[in-house]
C-alpha cells in the first residue's frame, strides 16, 4: 500500500516539477543553468538526508556495474530533462503532459519486431488508447482564430521536443530500479542528481555559457534563484519518492500509477496557468491516453 502512495506523490511531483520549471523559465531562458543548479542542489539534500538518518556519508564497495548505471542514468536524465525545458517553453501544460504515455508503447512494440512477441490484449487496446488520445488532443477546428492558430503551432513545436524527453524517460525507470539495488535509496538518488546537474555544467561548457552564468547574481536575479532552489527541492520530493517506491515494488506497477501524471498537470495548467482553451477535448484525451498507459503496463 505504501508503495503505491510513495508512486501517486511521485506523479504529483513530477507534474509540480515541470510547472515551476515552466514558470522559472519564463523569467530568464537559461535550461543549462536550471537543470545544473536544480538537480545539483537535489543531490547534496539527498546526501544530507543520508548522512543524518545513517550517519554514512559514502557507500563503500560499489561495483563498475553500479557506476556505468550511474553515469548512464545522469546523462541520459540530464538529456531527457533539456528537452522537456525546451518543450515548456512552447507548449502548454495540459497539452503536452499527457503525451508522457508515449513511454507505455516502447516497453511492447520493440519486442513484437525484435523478439516476436505477441502482445495481450489488454495491451493492444492500451496501444489503441494512446493513439486515440493523441489523435483527438491534436485534432484541428475548421474553422480556429488567429489565435488559436499560433496556439497550436506552439504546441506542436514543444511536442517535437518532448518526444525526445519520452524517449529518454523510458530508459530511466529501470536503471533507477537497479541503482537502488547496487547501494541505497538515498545515496544513489543524490549521487544520480549531482551526476545529472554536472551533466548540465557539460552542456555550459560546450555551449560557451560559463561567462553568462558567472554574470548572475542573486540580488539581480532573486526569483529566478528562488525557483532554481524550487526545483531541486520538488526533484529529492519526486525522486525519492519513486525510488523508495521501486525498492518495494516492480517497475511495471510502480509506473502504472506514476502514468497518472497528466491529470495532475491538467489541473495545474488550468488552475495556475488558465490554459482553458478546448478543455473538454484535452480532458478526454488525457483521460484516454492515461487509462490506455496504464492498460499497456499491467495488461
Known amino acids: 500500500?505504501?508503495?503505491?502512495?510513495?508512486?501517486?506523490?511521485?506523479?504529483?511531483?513530477?507534474?509540480?516539477?515541470s510547472a515551476v520549471s515552466k514558470r522559472t523559465l519564463r523569467i530568464k531562458d537559461?535550461?543549462?543553468?536550471?537543470?545544473?543548479?536544480?538537480?545539483?542542489?537535489?543531490?547534496?539534500?539527498?546526501?544530507?538526508?543520508?548522512?543524518?538518518?545513517?550517519?554514512?556519508?559514502?557507500?563503500?564497495?560499489l561495483s563498475l556495474r553500479f557506476w556505468l548505471i550511474i553515469f548512464s542514468f545522469s546523462l541520459i536524465n540530464a538529456l531527457g530533462a533539456w528537452f522537456l525545458y525546451r518543450a515548456l517553453e512552447f507548449s502548454e501544460l495540459n497539452y503536452i503532459m499527457p503525451f508522457m504515455t508515449f513511454t507505455s508503447l516502447t516497453l511492447i512494440i520493440p519486442p513484437i519486431f525484435m523478439l516476436g512477441e505477441i502482445p495481450s490484449l489488454g495491451s493492444i487496446s492500451g496501444m489503441i488508447l494512446i493513439v486515440s488520445g493523441a489523435i483527438l488532443i491534436n485534432h484541428k477546428k475548421e474553422k480556429s482564430t488567429p489565435d488559436e492558430i499560433v496556439e497550436q503551432s506552439l504546441n506542436r513545436r514543444g511536442l517535437k521536443y518532448f518526444l525526445v524527453t519520452a524517449i529518454c524517460f523510458t530508459i530511466l525507470p529501470t536503471l533507477a530500479k537497479m541503482m537502488v539495488q547496487e547501494s541505497s535509496v538515498l545515496f544513489a538518488s543524490g549521487l544520480s542528481q549531482i551526476f545529472t546537474g554536472f551533466s548540465f555544467l557539460i552542456f555550459i561548457v560546450i555551449q560557451k555559457q560559463w561567462n553568462e552564468f558567472r554574470a548572475l547574481s542573486w540580488s539581480r536575479n532573486r526569483s529566478f534563484f528562488i525557483g532554481m532552489i524550487a526545483i531541486g527541492i520538488i526533484y529529492v520530493c519526486e525522486n525519492g519518492s519513486i525510488n523508495l517506491a521501486l525498492s518495494m515494488a516492480p517497475v511495471a506497477q510502480v509506473f502504472a500509477i506514476k502514468r497518472l501524471m497528466p491529470f495532475f498537470a491538467f489541473l495545474i495548467g488550468f488552475f495556475y496557468f488558465k490554459e482553458r482553451d478546448a478543455l473538454p477535448k484535452k480532458m478526454i484525451a488525457t483521460t484516454l491516453m492515461v487509462v490506455g498507459a496504464i492498460a499497456t503496463i499491467l495488461f
Open 1 to 17: 500500500m505504501l508503495w503505491m502512495i510513495l508512486s501517486l506523490c511521485g506523479a504529483f511531483f513530477q507534474a509540480l516539477g
Open 30 to 61: 537559461y535550461k543549462n543553468f536550471v537543470g545544473f543548479v536544480s538537480y545539483t542542489f537535489a543531490g547534496i539534500i539527498f546526501f544530507a538526508i543520508n548522512f543524518i538518518s545513517s550517519g554514512i556519508f559514502w557507500v563503500g564497495g
